[in-house]
């Protein structure tokens, strides 16, 4: 009995330590099947599409925004001085289309009627001391020199009589459907800069593409910033989702839409259900090379992405998340 008793003794604290390792080799075998993987959001830079100096910062990092709030004015003087410029060449056009289409005032018309009935008795008397004159030069009692001279006097007030008259008549039958239409024409492109410059007055304010927070400021009140030059960076952190690089052998029978559970550590190890929406290859540059040539060839790394469909209060972009594979 005592031999019995004392191998008893010795064969307990074996039994103890190979449940130990068995328990631990357990442990191991589960702790290969857990991936690490990176919280990750969409940013979004939100830019002027004008150059200009920052006259007013709204938000700061950190701030909820919602969308179409804004978050920044540049300074205006030099579109206002472009929209006064464009609105004055815009109602000059104008003008002149409502000239064309109406045609000449009453008064206008009075005056170049006036001015053809002067030319006119002009002519008369020109004609008339033309024919008078030309019985005397025939008998020779005025000179050569004189008798041109009336010649040219009589000519240049028929020519002046002509163009009033042409004048007159433009004036009464109004403009021609050219003209109206070289004025419709050049309204319609005042019209279109100065529309222009009331599109860059509104993108002055700079407004919050969707709903999100500021995670990133990158310019200061009164810098003058290029065309396209991002201002605040945008992110939506209920737009979050997991990161994992996986090497083609260890994808397995995964495929879209698999569920699996996930842990964050950040937020004391939370249980978190997750499910992939995303498998693509990555660049040539993260594939495994082959550690022996013959019979071997490169393995494609691929990046999976795993959604949570409800949300998880105050995750953030850079937390890692132990997911089980």
Do not use: C
Request: proline share 3%.
């Amino acid at each position: 009995m005592k031999v019995i008793k004392s191998k008893w003794v010795f064969a307990i604290p074996v039994i103890i330590i190979l449940s130990a390792v068995i328990i631990w080799a357990a442990g191991l075998n589960d702790e290969e099947n857990i991936i690490v993987g990176i919280v990750e959001i969409d940013e979004i830079d939100v830019a002027s599409k004008i150059p200009g100096r920052i006259e007013e910062l709204y938000v700061r990092e950190g701030d909820k925004v919602l969308k179409g709030q804004i978050l920044a004015k540049l300074e205006s003087k030099e579109i206002d001085a472009k929209i006064a410029q464009a609105k004055g060449a815009m109602e000059a056009a104008k003008s002149k289309v409502d000239m064309a289409n109406k045609g000449a005032r009453y008064e206008e018309i009075i005056a170049v009627e006036k001015l053809y009935m002067q030319a006119k008795e002009q002519f008369d008397f020109a004609n008339i001391t033309k024919n008078r004159l030309e019985n005397l030069y025939k008998d020779s009692v005025i000179s050569t020199h004189e008798y041109d001279e009336i010649n040219f006097k009589y000519n240049t007030a028929k020519d002046q009589m002509e163009a009033a008259k042409a004048k007159y008549d433009l004036v009464l039958k109004g403009a021609r459907e050219e003209e109206k239409n070289g004025a419709e024409g050049l309204y319609h492109q005042a019209e279109g800069a100065y529309n222009e410059a009331i599109a860059y007055y509104k993108e002055l304010e700079l407004k919050s593409p969707t709903d999100g927070e500021v995670s990133n400021r990158i310019a200061d009140q009164g810098e003058v910033i290029a065309s396209g030059y991002p201002i605040f960076t945008i992110i939506n952190p209920r737009e979050y989702y997991v990161v994992l690089q996986l090497k083609e052998n260890e994808l397995g029978n995964l495929k879209l839409g698999d569920s699996f559970k996930g842990e964050v550590p950040a937020l004391k190890n939370k249980s978190v259900d997750f499910k992939i929406n995303f498998i693509s290859p990555m660049a040539d540059f993260a594939s495994w090379k082959p550690t022996n040539q013959k019979g071997d060839f490169d393995l494609k790394t691929f990046e999976v992405h795993l959604k949570s469909e409800l949300p998880i209060e105050n995750i953030r972009p850079g937390m890692t998340v132990r997911i089980k594979i």
